[in-house]
């Protein structure tokens, strides 16, 4: 396991690479977080796929380890900026060939990136990923009606008082995150340590997102890769929650705007398959990138 630094706009980006006990010359895998502005913990679990290749994490920058000291302007936080760091992590590891699993943002980061068909990417995993995120929005007002009647009142209240960092607030989303984010009670450790982390540093998740999971007033309201998921022109495996706050109906679109995607749907989970359906999930994984390489003869 090795940790590092690369130089990227502004700061520098952390990186956790975790290499296999025998290389048996299996492509990569790089690994997306959420947030926008979250960090990789929330995909640790990934990290037992490196029993049979190369695995690597990295918090984006301005978040996690990458957090960003010097002064900047929060204008600099989008999706191209996300984009351009795919390919300096992919540079500086020397990921020529590379399989990208993306998670929730991460996901929808991997979607815009895979639709610039870059040089060498041999698979695309989108996680509970959204492919626009006005589309999703009615699918999470829908969810929020399910709620109970003073949950969402309270919700709702803080919204339209602009008093959504306040600890009530704060407590009220966490009856939504239950049900839609993670079914899991505890949460593991390493979902908890994510959050907390976030908490500390929320700059890129409220530019970009907003406030909560499903309040996105942020620069990303309008984020829409509907019309060039086309261009995806890799094996492509789509997967998301039964209880999902990105709901099935979200992700199937993205199946099917993707030539030749696989799509499933974990039945007892909602936003953290691999915190809800560890041994499913990874399964699920490992079997794709077997095919994918199989079929490639990589």
Known sequence: MAEGRIPFSIGQTWYRSIEPEQDEGRVPLLCLHGGPGANWLHMKPYEALAEERQVVFYDQLGAGNSA????????????????????????????????????????????????????????LIVESSPPSVPAWMPEIARLRSELPPEVEATLREHEE???????EYEETVMVFYRRHLCRVDPWPDWLVECFQLLDANPEVY??????????????????????????????????????D???????????????????????????????????????????????????AGA
Do not use: C
């Open 161 to 167: 008082a602009g008093t959504t960092d306040s600890p």
């Open 68 to 123: 960003v000291i010097e002064p900047h302007d929060p204008s600099m936080w989008t999706p191209e900026l996300y984009v351009d760091e795919v390919d300096a992590v992919r540079d500086a590891l020397g990921l020529d060939r590379v399989h990208i699993l993306g998670h929730s943002w991460g996901g929808m980061l991997g979607m815009q990136y895979a639709a610039g068909r870059p040089e060498g990417l041999v698979s």
């Open 206 to 243: 409220h530019s970009m997102n907003g406030p909560s999971e499903f309040h996105v007033i942020g620069t990303i309201k309008d984020w829409d890769i509907t019309g060039r998921l086309g261009q995806i022109d890799v094996p492509t495996l789509v997967f998301s929650g039964r209880y």
């Open 245 to 295: 706050e990105v709901t099935p109906a979200t992700t199937e679109a993205a199946h099917r705007a993707i030539p030749g995607s696989e799509y499933v749907v974990m039945e007892e989970s909602s936003h953290m398959a691999q915190a809800e359906q560890p041994e499913e999930t990874l399964a699920l994984v490992r079997g794709f990138l077997s095919r994918v390489e199989g079929a």
